[in-house]
Structures are given as structure tokens and as C-alpha cells.
């Protein structure tokens, strides 16, 4: 029975984990809101203003600013930064599988 109610609680809790997700304007997901809108017409998540990259993108300010990732993109700084399973790079300590296919740090 204890087994049975720990296994029940640790699916409610993936389930509103992968619920922190926001869905922006563009269709896009960021991994927490509300949606930022950033001068190039692209969304960061965390409501905080839009830092731009050298490679011209723009991530969510953080402290210690962008970091470059392996594959060449830049994620927010602040979090270490992990490979998920579609290739992509995020900031977290997790990667969480978006409605839209894409990857989110978490």
C-alpha cells in the first residue's frame, strides 16, 4: 500500500512539474511565465528582460549572464547547463518535454 501511494504522489508531482510550462503568444513554451517579448519578436519565460547574445539570439537575463553551449547556441546563465534528448541544449537541472516537441529547462 505504501508503495502504491509513493507511486501515485511521484506521478502527480511529474505532472504538474511538466504543467510549469507557459505557452506564449508565438506559440512557443518557455519553462516558467509569463512570456517576455524580446526586440527580434521571439519569447523568454521568468518576465525579466530579454538579454541578447553574440550569436543574436536573446535568452532570459540571469545572473552571470549567457552561457555558450556545446552545439554552438547560448542558454540563460545562472543554471548549469544540460543536453536533452533531442540534441538540444537547456539551462537547469532537467529537461522537460514542451506540448510542441521542443525541450525546456527546468
Not at 83 to 97: A, E, H, I, K, Q
Amino acid at each position: 500500500m505504501r508503495l502504491v501511494l509513493l507511486g501515485v504522489l511521484g506521478a502527480i508531482s511529474l505532472v504538474f512539474s511538466a504543467s510549469a510550462q507557459t505557452l506564449c503568444p508565438d506559440g512557443s513554451y518557455v519553462s516558467s511565465g509569463p512570456c517576455q517579448l524580446c526586440p527580434d519578436g521571439g519569447y523568454v519565460g521568468g518576465g525579466g528582460p530579454c538579454s541578447l547574445t553574440p550569436k543574436g539570439d536573446y535568452v532570459p537575463k540571469r545572473p552571470g549572464g549567457s552561457r555558450l553551449a556545446p552545439d554552438g547556441s547560448y542558454v540563460p546563465g545562472g543554471a548549469p547547463t544540460i543536453l536533452c534528448p533531442d540534441g538540444s541544449y537547456v539551462s537547469g537541472s532537467r529537461c522537460v518535454l514542451a506540448p510542441d516537441g521542443s525541450y525546456v529547462g527546468d
